[in-house]
């Protein structure tokens, strides 16, 4: 045996080293007996793949989501939420927004809550498909970032107008376009400032749908096999609603914030994926929000859904993935978020905060946490811009025109650098 020959070879070698030797070779003696039952359990199964799964320099999986690398299945759809927090804009959680996309290349904003605009900007996508919106209803923290992707996204590449869907209210000036016209009026410093330097085609007023917000189920936007379907919703004042997006048999639906209702436990039935609010706890409201007791009663429990009562509607409408919004979601409140929905819902829940993503197929949906690049620069246009014409332009009153420092000496070798890069003649304007 092994081990008697080693353990003699090591007793006339040397008497110091005689228990070390008995044990190595008792050890080594233990090893070649497990490694004879290895071998002989490895006979059994079948044989080994001679080509490894992956080399030491290949791709391997990961799991989490980096913008602009992963392709759309033809049959799948990814939501992407950029705004899950409250009216106060924090930088874990902006306010309301979130965005889906579809296999067949249609992309939906649904909310563009205060902050959300920075969000969109980390995800790479060509501001020429950010076009379309769909308010659930016209607090701040719902629409407060649409000015920002207006001009923003005009200035980076959307050339075409903003299109955007959104309820009546129940006078006129409660309306999406009233809120719209309005807010385009508020720009006109921007824009004038813009003409003449800029790419005209994005800063055309919006172009609104507005629907009436008692419709039932009511068809608010139909293209290119994607249908958009309204329901009420119950805050604050008449006017709120939520949306269903069908499109290749998968079903979608956005709530905005609402006290339950009754369309939604109708119409969100068996969606894949719903997104419905879930608000602060009534504690937390009072304890961290500095909410009074009755306050925080009628905000958390009446205005908006109580954790249990989303818990109770989820249990209703049972879908594949149901997606909890409008709280702070931190170490010490998402618990008591949780443990409250769960005294009413057992089924599948996402807890959302900024950047979790929703890879949603027939078979699978697959919840992740996006990784994006802070240095982000906005992505190449889908289309060459314009050469600005200055001739648009809405000239300095000659009071501010002789405020100018003359700087022509310093700037005229940047003109000269850029007319020779460029093959251009342009000179400074006096
Ligand atoms: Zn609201
Ligand atoms: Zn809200």
């Not at 924090?90 to 992309?107: H, S, Y």
């Not at 508020?186 to 005209?200: E, S, V, Y």
Request: proline share 7%.
């Amino acid at each position: 045996m092994k081990t008697t020959k080693f353990g003699l070879s090591t007793r006339i070698a040397a008497a110091t080293l005689f228990c070390c030797g008995i044990i190595t070779g008792l050890y080594l003696a233990g090893v070649d007996d497990t490694s004879f039952q290895l071998q002989a359990a490895e006979a059994e199964k079948p044989p080994l793949k001679t080509e490894p799964m992956s080399s030491p320099t290949a791709t391997r999986e990961r799991n989490f989501y980096a913008p602009n690398s992963e392709a759309l299945l033809p049959d799948e759809m990814r939501l992407i939420a950029c705004g899950t927090g409250m009216p106060t804009a924090r930088p874990k959680q902006a306010a309301t927004c979130f965005l889906l996309e579809l296999g067949n290349g249609d992309k939906f904003l649904f909310d563009i809550g205060t902050g959300s605009a920075e969000r969109l900007s980390a995800l790479q996508i060509p501001y020429n498909y950010l076009d379309k919106v769909f308010l659930s209803h016209l607090h701040s923290d719902h629409f407060g970032d649409m000015d920002a992707l207006f001009v923003g996204g005009a200035l980076m590449g959307r050339q075409k107008p903003l299109r955007v869907w959104g309820p009546s209210g129940d006078t006129p000036e409660r309306g999406t376009a009233y809120a719209l016209d309005h807010l385009y009026k508020a720009l006109t410093w921007d824009l004038d400032g813009r003409k003449g330097i800029t790419d005209p085609r994005g800063y055309v007023p919006f172009e609104v749908t507005e629907f009436d917000y008692k419709g039932i189920n009511e068809i608010v936007y139909q293209e290119n096999g994607v249908t958009v379907r309204s329901i009420p919703a119950i805050h604050s004042l008449d006017g709120p609603v939520s949306y269903i997006l069908e499109w290749n048999d998968f079903k979608f639906v956005f709530g905005g914030d609402t006290y339950p209702n009754q369309w939604f436990a109708e119409y969100a039935k068996d969606a894949d994926l719903v997104i419905h609010e879930c608000f602060i706890t009534v504690p937390a409201l009072v304890e961290k929000f500095k909410f009074t007791p009755q306050g925080a009663l009628d905000v958390g429990t009446q205005v908006h859904t109580a954790p249990e009562a989303y818990g109770k509607m989820m249990s209703i409408v049972k879908p594949r993935m149901a997606v909890a919004f409008h709280f702070f979601n931190d170490f010490d409140t998402a618990p008591d978020i949780e443990s409250r929905i769960r005294t009413t819902y057992d089924g599948p829940l996402s807890l959302s905060t900024d950047y979790m993503v929703w890879n949603i197929t027939k078979d699978t949906i697959r919840t992740r946490m996006t990784i994006f690049d802070e240095d982000v620069w906005p992505p190449t246009p889908t289309e060459k811009p314009l050469v600005p014409d200055p001739s648009l332009r809405i000239p300095f009153s000659e009071f501010i025109v002789n405020g100018k420092y003359d700087m022509k000496d310093v700037i005229q070798p940047i003109y000269d650098e850029t007319n020779e890069q460029y093959n251009l003649k342009e000179t400074q304007g006096e």
